[in-house]
Structure formats: structure tokens, C-alpha cells
């Protein structure tokens, strides 16, 4: 078979591309798994998702609720 060093150049090149890409993969995947939780506020990283603080602020307004006008379950 002869030597053809475009043939070369096309493997290496295909086998470069192709390791870059599983090595990306690995290391998003890793980044990923690894990163915390939270969002950005004005006050800095906030250790909560958006939609624990809806969570926190529905439960605060529930509990405020109660608070000022009674709760109904000690009225059952």
C-alpha cells in the first residue's frame, strides 16, 4: 500500500477532534454534577433556587397569615 500523508493528516486530525470532544463532554459532565445550586441576586449567591424562595416566600406569607388572623386548625 503506498503512503499517502493526507490520508495521515485526516486521521490525526479526526482522532484530535474526536478526543477533544469526549474530553469536553467529561469535563461538562463533571462541572455539571459538581456545581451548586442557586442563582445570582443583587445580595450576592444565593444558596436557593428561584423556585425554593417562591416556595419560602408563599410559606412566609401563609405563616404571617395565620399569625395575624388565627389559624384555622386550632378553631377545629
Known amino acids: 500500500m503506498q503512503y499517502r500523508p493526507m490520508h495521515t493528516a485526516l486521521y490525526y486530525l479526526l482522532g484530535l477532534g474526536t478526543f477533544a470532544l469526549v474530553a469536553g463532554g467529561v469535563i461538562a459532565f463533571v462541572a455539571l454534577?459538581?456545581?451548586?445550586?442557586?442563582?445570582?441576586?443583587?445580595?450576592?449567591?444565593?444558596?436557593?433556587?428561584?423556585?425554593?424562595?417562591?416556595?419560602?416566600?408563599?410559606?412566609?406569607?401563609?405563616?404571617?397569615?395565620?399569625?395575624?388572623?388565627?389559624?384555622?386548625?386550632?378553631?377545629?
Do not use: W
Open 33 to 76: 454534577r459538581n456545581a451548586p445550586e442557586g442563582f445570582e441576586s443583587d445580595e450576592g449567591f444565593v444558596g436557593l433556587t428561584k423556585g425554593d424562595e417562591v416556595l419560602l416566600k408563599q410559606f412566609a406569607q401563609v405563616r404571617n397569615y395565620s399569625t395575624v388572623h388565627g389559624s384555622m386548625d386550632l378553631a377545629a
